[in-house]
């Protein structure tokens, strides 16, 4: 019986080629498209389109492009209560969780903080961004956006 022994030097790095990244996003596009199957309608804005405060920056009135289809997995995050001076507000939320090289690569998609979803059909803000896991852990390739979202107030946002 052969008796183990420490090797002299440690193995190599995890090596992820760009072979080893397009069969992820393979991977990840069809279990996200065909077995999740969760669909929600990105609503990006039209920066050109918008009407923005000559001093502060802020859009005055926002305008949108047409939506999007986007495959993603939904999150929900539940209700908040929160009791300010005018009563009681309560105030639901959901995490979206994009597939980066699928919005970016194929369908040419940036999510930015202030656009809208719709999902449940239901309308939600983007508040939040993050971009929380890696691919094997290396540094410059990341998987996924993650949005938080709120739901949008009725009259904030008009899809037509």
Request: proline share 8%; glycine share 8%; hydrophobic share 35%.
């Given at each position: 019986?052969?008796?183990?022994?420490?090797?002299?030097?440690?193995?190599?790095?995890?090596?992820?080629?760009?072979?080893?990244?397009?069969?992820?996003?393979?991977?990840?596009?069809?279990?996200?498209?065909?077995?999740?199957?969760?669909?929600?309608?990105?609503?990006?804005?039209?920066?050109?389109?918008?009407?923005?405060?000559?001093?502060?920056?802020e859009a005055i009135t926002k305008s949108?492009?047409?939506?999007?289809?986007?495959?993603?997995?939904?999150?929900?995050?539940?209700?908040?209560?929160?009791?300010?001076?005018?009563?009681?507000?309560?105030?639901?939320?959901?995490?979206?969780?994009?597939?980066?090289?699928?919005?970016t690569e194929d369908q040419?998609?940036?999510?930015?903080?202030?656009?809208?979803?719709?999902?449940?059909?239901?309308?939600?803000?983007?508040?939040?961004?993050?971009?929380?896991?890696?691919?094997?852990?290396?540094?410059?390739?990341?998987?996924?956006?993650?949005?938080?979202?709120?739901?949008?107030?009725?009259?904030?946002?008009?899809?037509?």
């Amino acid at each position: 019986m052969a008796k183990w022994t420490q090797p002299s030097a440690p193995p190599p790095p995890l090596f992820v080629g760009k072979k080893e990244r397009d069969l992820v996003k393979q991977v990840n596009d069809e279990l996200i498209e065909k077995v999740i199957g969760q669909q929600v309608l990105y609503f990006p804005i039209d920066v050109p389109g918008s009407d923005y405060h000559p001093l502060y920056g802020e859009a005055i009135t926002k305008s949108f492009l047409p939506p999007i289809r986007v495959y993603a997995l939904v999150e929900w995050q539940g209700g908040d209560n929160t009791s300010e001076a005018f009563g009681v507000d309560k105030v639901d939320g959901i995490s979206v969780h994009f597939h980066k090289r699928r919005l970016t690569e194929d369908q040419d998609l940036f999510v930015r903080i202030g656009d809208f979803v719709q999902y449940d059909s239901k309308y939600w803000e983007i508040t939040a961004l993050g971009e929380p896991r890696y691919l094997f852990g290396q540094d410059p390739h990341k998987v996924e956006i993650v949005a938080t979202c709120k739901r949008a107030r009725e009259g904030l946002f008009d899809a037509n």
